[in-house]
Protein backbone atom coordinates (compact mmCIF):
# COMPACT_ATOMS: atom_id res chain seq x y z
CA UNK A 1 0.00 0.00 0.00
CA UNK A 2 0.66 3.76 -0.55
CA UNK A 3 2.27 5.67 2.23
CA UNK A 4 4.01 8.45 3.32
CA UNK A 5 6.20 8.64 6.48
CA UNK A 6 7.18 12.43 8.07
CA UNK A 7 10.17 11.54 10.69
CA UNK A 8 9.49 14.52 13.08
CA UNK A 9 6.62 15.00 14.85
CA UNK A 10 7.78 18.30 16.77
CA UNK A 11 10.83 20.12 15.59
CA UNK A 12 12.03 23.49 17.53
CA UNK A 13 13.97 25.90 15.72
CA UNK A 14 15.17 29.43 16.70
CA UNK A 15 14.30 32.28 13.83
CA UNK A 16 16.92 32.40 11.18
CA UNK A 17 18.03 28.52 11.40
CA UNK A 18 17.95 26.49 8.91
CA UNK A 19 15.25 24.08 8.19
CA UNK A 20 14.91 20.23 6.93
CA UNK A 21 12.18 18.29 7.30
CA UNK A 22 12.01 14.59 6.37
CA UNK A 23 9.46 13.06 4.44
CA UNK A 24 9.83 9.44 2.33
CA UNK A 25 7.33 7.89 0.83
CA UNK A 26 6.12 4.26 -0.71
CA UNK A 27 4.90 3.97 -4.31
CA UNK A 28 6.95 2.43 -7.32
CA UNK A 29 4.11 4.14 -10.06
CA UNK A 30 5.15 7.86 -11.29
CA UNK A 31 4.99 9.54 -8.23
CA UNK A 32 3.33 13.29 -7.46
CA UNK A 33 4.56 15.11 -4.58
CA UNK A 34 3.43 17.78 -2.26
CA UNK A 35 4.03 19.50 0.45
CA UNK A 36 1.40 21.88 2.34
CA UNK A 37 1.32 23.95 5.62
CA UNK A 38 -1.30 24.62 7.69
CA UNK A 39 -1.23 27.50 10.10
CA UNK A 40 -2.92 28.40 13.21
CA UNK A 41 -6.39 28.07 12.72
CA UNK A 42 -6.09 27.52 8.85
CA UNK A 43 -6.57 25.35 5.97
CA UNK A 44 -4.23 23.59 4.08
CA UNK A 45 -2.41 25.94 1.96
CA UNK A 46 -0.02 24.00 -1.09
CA UNK A 47 3.64 25.12 -0.49
CA UNK A 48 4.92 23.37 -3.69
CA UNK A 49 4.67 20.00 -5.99
CA UNK A 50 6.89 17.76 -7.51
CA UNK A 51 5.27 16.31 -10.97
CA UNK A 52 8.22 15.45 -13.37
CA UNK A 53 11.11 17.22 -14.83
CA UNK A 54 13.60 18.92 -12.29
CA UNK A 55 14.07 17.20 -9.11
CA UNK A 56 14.63 19.93 -6.75
CA UNK A 57 11.40 22.18 -6.71
CA UNK A 58 10.98 26.15 -5.27
CA UNK A 59 8.08 26.82 -3.74
CA UNK A 60 6.52 29.82 -1.91
CA UNK A 61 7.91 31.87 0.99
CA UNK A 62 10.71 30.76 0.07
CA UNK A 63 10.35 27.10 0.78
CA UNK A 64 12.24 24.41 -1.60
CA UNK A 65 11.94 20.60 -2.07
CA UNK A 66 14.08 17.53 -3.66
CA UNK A 67 13.07 14.83 -4.84
CA UNK A 68 15.81 11.95 -4.80
CA UNK A 69 14.12 8.72 -6.77
CA UNK A 70 16.57 6.38 -5.66
CA UNK A 71 15.90 7.14 -1.65
CA UNK A 72 12.08 7.81 -2.32
CA UNK A 73 12.15 11.14 -0.44
CA UNK A 74 11.10 14.31 -0.52
CA UNK A 75 12.64 16.71 1.91
CA UNK A 76 11.68 20.00 2.28
CA UNK A 77 14.24 22.58 3.08
CA UNK A 78 14.50 26.98 3.70
CA UNK A 79 17.86 28.30 4.63
CA UNK A 80 16.61 30.56 7.52
CA UNK A 81 13.41 30.22 8.91
CA UNK A 82 11.09 33.34 10.34
CA UNK A 83 8.73 33.33 13.40
CA UNK A 84 5.87 33.10 10.79
CA UNK A 85 6.87 29.62 9.43
CA UNK A 86 5.59 28.46 12.92
CA UNK A 87 2.83 25.94 11.29
CA UNK A 88 2.08 22.69 10.64
CA UNK A 89 3.34 20.65 7.35
CA UNK A 90 2.10 17.52 5.67
CA UNK A 91 3.53 15.59 2.89
CA UNK A 92 1.67 13.82 0.40
CA UNK A 93 1.95 11.59 -2.06
CA UNK A 94 -0.91 11.18 -5.02
CA UNK A 95 -2.58 8.03 -5.39
CA UNK A 96 -3.49 6.06 -7.96
CA UNK A 97 -7.04 7.24 -7.95
CA UNK A 98 -5.93 10.96 -7.58
CA UNK A 99 -6.65 10.88 -4.17
CA UNK A 100 -3.12 12.20 -2.15
CA UNK A 101 -2.09 10.19 0.85
CA UNK A 102 -0.45 12.58 3.70
CA UNK A 103 2.22 11.70 6.32
CA UNK A 104 0.98 12.45 10.48
CA UNK A 105 2.62 15.99 9.87
CA UNK A 106 5.54 17.88 11.43
CA UNK A 107 5.10 20.68 13.61
CA UNK A 108 7.49 23.26 13.32
CA UNK A 109 7.77 26.28 16.21
CA UNK A 110 9.52 28.96 15.42
CA UNK A 111 11.03 30.64 18.82
CA UNK A 112 11.66 34.37 18.32
CA UNK B 1 -7.52 28.16 -2.33
CA UNK B 2 -9.94 30.21 -0.13
CA UNK B 3 -12.51 29.54 -3.01
CA UNK B 4 -13.68 26.17 -1.43
CA UNK B 5 -15.64 26.83 0.81
CA UNK B 6 -17.11 24.68 4.09
CA UNK B 7 -19.56 24.79 5.82
CA UNK B 8 -20.62 24.71 9.13
CA UNK B 9 -17.13 25.56 10.22
CA UNK B 10 -17.60 24.14 13.65
CA UNK B 11 -20.58 21.71 14.02
CA UNK B 12 -21.62 20.08 17.66
CA UNK B 13 -23.60 16.98 17.84
CA UNK B 14 -24.77 14.42 20.41
CA UNK B 15 -24.55 10.62 20.01
CA UNK B 16 -26.85 9.11 17.30
CA UNK B 17 -27.65 12.33 16.05
CA UNK B 18 -26.69 13.26 12.01
CA UNK B 19 -24.26 15.56 11.12
CA UNK B 20 -24.25 17.39 7.58
CA UNK B 21 -21.18 18.70 6.24
CA UNK B 22 -20.99 20.60 3.01
CA UNK B 23 -18.43 21.62 0.45
CA UNK B 24 -18.78 24.13 -2.19
CA UNK B 25 -15.47 23.95 -4.61
CA UNK B 26 -13.63 26.30 -6.51
CA UNK B 27 -15.42 28.02 -9.59
CA UNK B 28 -14.69 25.57 -12.48
CA UNK B 29 -13.84 22.43 -10.45
CA UNK B 30 -16.11 19.69 -11.07
CA UNK B 31 -13.84 17.22 -8.42
CA UNK B 32 -14.13 17.06 -4.90
CA UNK B 33 -12.04 14.85 -2.69
CA UNK B 34 -12.85 14.40 1.55
CA UNK B 35 -10.39 13.61 3.91
CA UNK B 36 -11.04 13.38 7.85
CA UNK B 37 -8.30 14.41 9.93
CA UNK B 38 -8.00 12.78 13.69
CA UNK B 39 -6.41 14.29 16.33
CA UNK B 40 -2.69 13.69 15.89
CA UNK B 41 -3.25 12.01 12.71
CA UNK B 42 -2.60 13.32 8.90
CA UNK B 43 -5.62 14.06 6.86
CA UNK B 44 -6.92 10.12 5.39
CA UNK B 45 -8.85 10.35 2.43
CA UNK B 46 -12.60 9.17 2.64
CA UNK B 47 -14.08 9.83 -1.01
CA UNK B 48 -14.15 11.22 -4.22
CA UNK B 49 -16.91 12.25 -6.23
CA UNK B 50 -17.51 14.36 -9.80
CA UNK B 51 -20.68 15.66 -10.36
CA UNK B 52 -23.54 12.99 -9.83
CA UNK B 53 -20.82 10.37 -9.64
CA UNK B 54 -18.78 8.47 -6.93
CA UNK B 55 -15.60 7.75 -8.45
CA UNK B 56 -13.66 6.40 -5.22
CA UNK B 57 -15.36 5.99 -1.99
CA UNK B 58 -12.46 3.39 -1.00
CA UNK B 59 -11.63 5.57 2.10
CA UNK B 60 -15.04 5.70 3.21
CA UNK B 61 -16.56 4.01 6.29
CA UNK B 62 -18.87 1.18 5.36
CA UNK B 63 -21.99 2.56 7.57
CA UNK B 64 -23.28 5.48 8.41
CA UNK B 65 -21.34 7.79 5.84
CA UNK B 66 -22.27 8.79 2.66
CA UNK B 67 -21.55 11.53 0.27
CA UNK B 68 -22.91 13.11 -2.81
CA UNK B 69 -22.06 15.70 -5.38
CA UNK B 70 -25.34 16.79 -6.90
CA UNK B 71 -25.49 18.64 -10.45
CA UNK B 72 -26.20 21.73 -8.43
CA UNK B 73 -25.23 22.73 -5.06
CA UNK B 74 -22.68 21.83 -2.79
CA UNK B 75 -21.36 18.35 -2.12
CA UNK B 76 -22.39 16.84 0.83
CA UNK B 77 -20.48 14.70 3.74
CA UNK B 78 -23.35 13.05 5.41
CA UNK B 79 -22.78 10.87 8.96
CA UNK B 80 -25.81 9.35 10.45
CA UNK B 81 -26.04 8.03 14.12
CA UNK B 82 -22.87 9.81 14.98
CA UNK B 83 -20.56 8.23 17.92
CA UNK B 84 -17.78 10.24 19.80
CA UNK B 85 -14.99 8.59 17.62
CA UNK B 86 -16.97 10.47 14.44
CA UNK B 87 -15.03 13.90 16.28
CA UNK B 88 -12.87 15.22 13.49
CA UNK B 89 -11.79 17.72 10.85
CA UNK B 90 -13.34 17.06 8.10
CA UNK B 91 -11.81 18.76 5.25
CA UNK B 92 -12.78 19.25 1.24
CA UNK B 93 -10.44 19.87 -1.53
CA UNK B 94 -11.65 20.58 -5.11
CA UNK B 95 -9.62 20.57 -8.22
CA UNK B 96 -10.05 21.19 -11.77
CA UNK B 97 -11.53 18.85 -14.56
CA UNK B 98 -8.70 16.56 -15.17
CA UNK B 99 -8.71 15.58 -12.07
CA UNK B 100 -6.20 13.16 -11.40
CA UNK B 101 -3.21 15.13 -12.29
CA UNK B 102 -4.60 18.28 -11.06
CA UNK B 103 -3.63 20.38 -7.75
CA UNK B 104 -6.16 19.68 -5.22
CA UNK B 105 -6.89 23.38 -3.38
CA UNK B 106 -8.34 22.37 0.38
CA UNK B 107 -11.27 23.78 2.44
CA UNK B 108 -11.42 25.78 6.09
CA UNK B 109 -12.66 22.28 7.47
CA UNK B 110 -15.45 21.40 9.38
CA UNK B 111 -14.95 20.83 13.07
CA UNK B 112 -17.28 18.26 14.07
CA UNK B 113 -17.79 17.77 17.98
CA UNK B 114 -19.69 14.23 19.21
CA UNK B 115 -20.51 15.21 22.55
Known amino acids: AQSVSQHNHHVILSEAASLELGCNYS??????LFWYVQYPGQHLQLLLK??????LVKGIKGFEAEFIKSKFSFNLRKPSVQWSDTAEYFC??????????FGKGTKLSVKP | NAGVMQNPRHLVRRRGQEARLRCSPMKGHSHVYWYRQLPEEGLKFMVYLQKENIIDESGMPKERFSAEFPKEGPSILRIQQVVRGDSAAYFCASSLPSGKQETQYFGPGTRLLVL
Open chain 1, 27 to 32: YGGTVN
Open chain 1, 50 to 55: YFSGDP
Open chain 1, 92 to 101: AVRGSQGNLI
